[in-house]
C-alpha cells in the first residue's frame, strides 16, 4: 500500500523545494516546519550563502513562490522564519509578527517564559485559538509560557521570597545572606553545596562562611537524597538539637528506625 497525505509538514517541504530552486540547490535549507493542515503553517529556513535573504528567496518577487505553494494547500497561510541556534532569537522569530519583550529558556526543560510589553502584542502572539503559539512551539521543539511584564516581575518576586524562605529556614542564616545568594542567582541547596567556592567572590564572603555554607548545604543534600532513597521517617526535633548530631546522621539513624532521643537510647 502507498499512503499520500496532503496534511503533513513533508507535503509543505516538498512544494517549497520544487517551487524554489534556492532550496533544491541547497543554497537554502529547510530546518524545521510545522502546519495546521488548510489554515497556517511556519516553515523555518536557514541560508548557506550569506549573500541571500533566505525568506526573501522563499518568498519571491511580489509572493509569487510563497503563493503558487500555498495555491496547491487551498490557500493555507505561509509564515517563512528565519531559523538560528540561538532559541531565543529562533523562539522571537517563530512568533513573529508579535513583538517579543524578552525571553527567559530553560533548555534542559525545553522550555521558555516569553514576556511581553502589552497585551496587543501578547494577543497577537497567541493568534486566533492560539494557533501562532502552538505552531510557533512545535517548530520549535519547546514549551512556550506567554506572559505580561508585570505578571512576570510577580512571579520573580514569588520566587525569590520562596529561596529566600528556604535558605533561611533550611542552612540557618541570616536573611541578608539568604538574598545576597537569591540575588546571585541561587535557586537549590544543591548549587550552592557543589559550585566552585571561588563563584561566592562576587559577594565577596570570607572563606570560612562560605566553607559553612558549602558544608551545611551538603549535609542538607545528603540527608535529603538518603530521606528520598530510603522513604524514611523524619528524625525528631529533640534528636537533632543533640550535641555534635548532623543532619546526615540523624538521616542515616532514622533509615534504621532511630527517629526520637528514646530510639537512640533503647
Known amino acids: 500500500q502507498l499512503l499520500l497525505s496532503r496534511a503533513k509538514p513533508d507535503m509543505l517541504i516538498a512544494l517549497m523545494t520544487k517551487e524554489i530552486p534556492e532550496i533544491s540547490e541547497e543554497i537554502i535549507e529547510i530546518k524545521a516546519a510545522a502546519r495546521q493542515p488548510g489554515v497556517r503553517a511556519k516553515i523555518a529556513v536557514k541560508t548557506n550563502d550569506h549573500r541571500i535573504d533566505p525568506v526573501g528567496a522563499c518568498i519571491g518577487m511580489r509572493g509569487t513562490r510563497i503563493q503558487a505553494v500555498q495555491s496547491e494547500l487551498n490557500g493555507e497561510r505561509i509564515d517563512v522564519v528565519v531559523w538560528s541556534d540561538d532559541p531565543a532569537?529562533?523562539?522571537?522569530?517563530?512568533?513573529?509578527?508579535?513583538?517579543v519583550s524578552g525571553i527567559v529558556?530553560?533548555?534542559?526543560?525545553?522550555?521558555a517564559d516569553i514576556i511581553f510589553a502589552t497585551s496587543d502584542q501578547l494577543a497577537r502572539a497567541i493568534g486566533s485559538q492560539g494557533q501562532n503559539v502552538r505552531l510557533a512551539s512545535e517548530l520549535t521543539g519547546y514549551k512556550l509560557n506567554m506572559m505580561l511584564e508585570d505578571e512576570y516581575r510577580a512571579r520573580q518576586q514569588s520566587e525569590a521570597q520562596q529561596y529566600l524562605d528556604m535558605f533561611v529556614g533550611r542552612l540557618d542564616i541570616a536573611e541578608d545572606l539568604a538574598m545576597?545568594?537569591?540575588e546571585m542567582g541561587f535557586t537549590s541547596l544543591e548549587e550552592?553545596?557543589?559550585v566552585p567556592a571561588e563563584t561566592f567572590d562576587e559577594i565577596e564572603l570570607d572563606a570560612e562562611v562560605v566553607e559553612?555554607?558549602?558544608s551545611r548545604a551538603k549535609e542538607i543534600t545528603l540527608a535529603d537524597a538518603l530521606k528520598q532513597q530510603e522513604n524514611?521517617?523524619?528524625?525528631?526535633?529533640?534528636?537533632l538539637a543533640m550535641e555534635g548530631m548532623t543532619q546526615e546522621i540523624?538521616?542515616?539513624l532514622a533509615a534504621r528506625g532511630v527517629v526520637t532521643i528514646d530510639d537512640l537510647a533503647d
Do not use: F, G, N
Not at 90 to 96: D, N, Q, R, T
Not at 232 to 239: G, R, T
Open 89 to 99: 532569537q529562533y523562539i522571537a522569530s517563530a512568533l513573529e509578527p508579535a513583538d
Open 105 to 111: 529558556i530553560d533548555e534542559e526543560e525545553r522550555t
Open 180 to 182: 545576597a545568594l537569591v
Open 192 to 194: 550552592i553545596a557543589y
Open 212 to 214: 559553612m555554607l558549602q
Open 232 to 239: 524514611i521517617q523524619d528524625p525528631s526535633d529533640e534528636l
Open 250 to 252: 540523624a538521616y542515616a
